[in-house]
Structure formats: C-alpha cells, structure tokens
C-alpha cells in the first residue's frame, strides 16, 4: 500500500497551495506522488455537497445535521477513491489531500456540544474507514490560521461565501479541530505569528519536517 498524507484546515488557511508544495517537494525527493482535493466539484458524487454549501438545505450550516452533512462528503470520497486513485495508493504511491474525512471531523464536529463529539468522531472513522473501506490517513497535519485571519483572506479571495464561511462557523470548527488533534492524533501547524501568516516556504518547511518520519 502506499501513504495518505492529509492537509487541512479553516478556509483561508492555503491548504491548497501547500498541498501543491509538498507534492512538489516529494516529487524532487523522488517519490511517486497523487494529488488530490476534496470536495470533488461538478461531479455526480458532489452534488449533495454542492447543494448543502450553497445553501440549497438553509443557510445556517446546523440546518442539515452533523451525520447528514458528513454523509453527503463521505459519498464523495468513496466515488473518487474508487473511480480515481485507488490504483494509485495500491501501487506504493504518497496520496497528498487537501481535505479528507478530517473535513468532517472539523465542520460537522462544530454543530455538536462537547459531551457528543468522542462518539462523533467514533461514527465517523468507522462509517468512512470501516464501512466504506477508503483509506485511512497515515499523517494528519492541520494548518492553524486564527478565524480573524482566515476571514482577511477569504475577503482577499473575492469569491461567493459557501455557508461554512459566514457567522460563526468558523470559531466553532476551529475549536472542534483543537479538539481533534488532540483526541486523533493530528499535528497542528501554526501558520501565523504576531497575528500574520508565516511566508509560504516557511509553512511549507514546517509541514516536510512533520511529514519526514512518515514518507
């Protein structure tokens, strides 16, 4: 089998462009790498998601329940996992995501009280690892950007706001991801210091460092 390793974090956090930075740095290093970013926009599989961000279901994000909503990525993942990069990951290959079941353990974790989230996130691994059958992270690193920040950057970006982006979502997913790392053993990079992001290469050296027993 090959590795899964998975970068997340709040909106805004530029999980995207590290992902592209690590894959390139392993691909300097040698390694055989795959790519992938989740959701899986305009595809059959993500139109759930699509519909629920857009606010299709209601504009407050608690409108559609913690396992409903985490059921619509979940079918998500499946579909590009089987239809896509399954050979990949058979073949000895380093999948790099930008966000993965982790997702869910951060936004959909945020609409539940702290007394509920240990048996959430005890559905959840076992629904998508289990039940499913997709892989298992074998590295999570989680890009932690204060919501004040995050929200500048998003602002920056220009785009339409999905339902995960207004309010105060964000401050709740942000405290459910503390949670996480410390339950899941996730590695949480900071991002910022004295309230600005890091420069790019220098986030990006943080995330080879915590990746480099793992690949």
Not at 122 to 129: N, R, V
Request: aromatic share 10%; net charge negative; proline share 4%.
């Amino acid at each position: 089998m090959g590795k899964l390793i998975v970068i997340d974090g709040l909106d805004g956090s530029g999980k995207n462009t590290q992902s592209h930075l690590f894959c390139d740095h392993l691909g300097v290093s040698g390694k055989r790498t795959r790519l992938l970013s989740f959701p899986n926009y305009h595809t059959p599989a993500c139109a759930p998601v699509e519909q629920y961000l857009s606010g299709a279901y209601g504009s407050d994000p608690e409108t559609v329940n913690c396992y409903a909503a985490s059921a619509f990525y979940a079918v998500d993942r499946y579909s590009s996992y089987m239809l896509d990069w399954k050979k990949d990951y058979e073949s000895d290959c380093v999948v790099v995501a930008n966000r993965y079941t982790t997702s869910n353990a951060i936004h959909q974790m945020a609409k539940l009280p702290e007394s509920e989230a240990d048996g959430f996130l005890s559905w959840l691994y076992d629904f998508e690892f289990c039940r499913l059958g997709i892989p298992r992270p074998d590295l999570t690193l989680f890009l932690d950007v204060p919501v004040n920040v995050s929200l500048s950057l998003i602002e920056k970006r220009g785009e339409k706001k999905d339902i995960h982006e207004v309010g105060d979502h964000l401050e709740k997913a942000r405290k459910a991801a503390f949670y996480a790392c410390e339950k899941l053993g996730w590695t949480r990079i900071e991002c910022t210091e004295n309230g600005k992001m890091l420069p790019v290469e220098a986030i990006t050296s943080l995330i080879v460092k915590a990746a480099s027993d793992h690949v």
